[in-house]
């Protein structure tokens, strides 16, 4: 397990790894219909943060992405068909991430937090619109900004002041 995750339990590790594919999930399939466009979009930006990552998750997201497909897959022929009993049941899971973050240190946390933001976000605008643009829908703009995950921010201080 990555050093700043030594905090968390396995299971509460694998828990964050779950966490990518059932958001996934979550913002595709809330307009009722996984597009194609948005499930390849999202196990490729899951590769591309596993090598580039602003954040200090890289390692993470190479976990992740050893997962991701599997995972996907077995949520997806597992979860309710119908979208809103299958959002409230991911929410359910998702909900469990919060008692995770407070174990961690706040900047792991945070970025964590702010990956899995930008990560429904880049999500819901991958398909649809003119360019993408304008193409997140009604029922994934109600999941977007993950409410069912409190919001962790950290803000680091320049050493000078």
């Not at 050893?66 to 897959?73: G, I, K, N, T």
């Not at 359910?92 to 429904?120: C, E, G, H, P, W």
């Not at 069912?148 to 320049?158: K, Q, S």
């Amino acid at each position: 397990m990555i050093s700043a995750f030594r905090a968390l339990k396995d299971e509460e590790y694998q828990t964050l790894i779950e966490a990518i594919p059932l958001i996934a999930i979550l913002i595709a399939g809330a307009d009722n219909d996984i597009d194609l466009n948005e499930k390849a979009w999202a196990e490729k930006i899951v590769r591309i943060r596993s090598y580039s990552n602003h954040f200090d998750l890289k390692p993470y997201y190479k976990d992740v992405d050893s997962q991701y497909s599997e995972l996907f897959d077995k949520f997806l022929s597992s979860l309710p068909k119908d979208a809103d009993s299958r959002s409230r049941e991911i929410s359910k899971k998702l909900v469990a991430i919060n008692d995770i973050f407070i174990k961690l240190n706040m900047r792991t946390a945070s970025q964590l937090y702010s990956s899995f933001i930008a990560y429904a976000e880049q999500i819901a605008r991958a398909s649809g619109g003119i360019l993408r643009m304008m193409s997140v829908s009604k029922e994934e703009s109600m999941f977007i900004g993950l409410p069912m995950i409190d919001p962790i921010f950290y803000e680091e201080l320049d050493e000078e002041e």
